[in-house]
Nanobody, 131 residues
Framework: EVQLVESGGGWVQTGGSLRLSCLAS????????IAWFRQVPGKEREGVSC????????YYADSVKGRFTIARDVAKNMVYLEMNSLKPEDTAVYYC????????????????????????WGQGTQVTVSS
């Protein structure tokens, strides 16, 4: 059974940093891409970043490029999202997710941010950035 568990959320002031962690079980990061999404109540879920399986290519939403970094530790089955220069608009619940969809697996440059293509989700972790 695939399970994803996020941790590391919290409260931080504008300009601060947080590191989110996603522990994956029931799968190998060599075989599955992992993405981070975020959602604010009343708004659609937004793709933040993704790291692919075999080659570890990274994708980022324009809104976080240059500030967020995704990384993974295959041996520990962990994926991290390092978030720097945080802004109030980064406040959201952050989720990690993985997909078996070919849209994500075969064409990640096209489909990594499509939340409907993801099969497994963590429970989410709250990030709050105060102004």
């Amino acid at each position: 059974e695939v399970q994803l568990v996020e941790s590391g959320g919290g409260w931080v002031q504008t300009g601060g940093s947080l590191r989110l962690s996603c522990l994956a079980s029931g799968l190998s990061l060599d075989d599955y891409a992992i993405a981070w999404f975020r959602q604010v109540p009343g708004k659609e879920r937004e793709g933040v970043s993704c790291i692919t399986s075999s080659d570890g290519i990274r994708y980022y939403a324009d809104s976080v490029k240059g500030r967020f970094t995704i990384a993974r530790d295959v041996a520990k089955n962990m994926v991290y999202l390092e978030m720097n220069s945080l802004k109030p608009e980064d406040t959201a619940v952050y989720y990690c997710a993985t997909s078996t969809s070919q849209v994500v697996v075969a064409t990640p440059h096209f489909g990594w941010h499509l939340d409907g293509e993801y099969d497994y989700w963590g429970q989410g972790t709250q990030v709050t950035v105060s102004s």
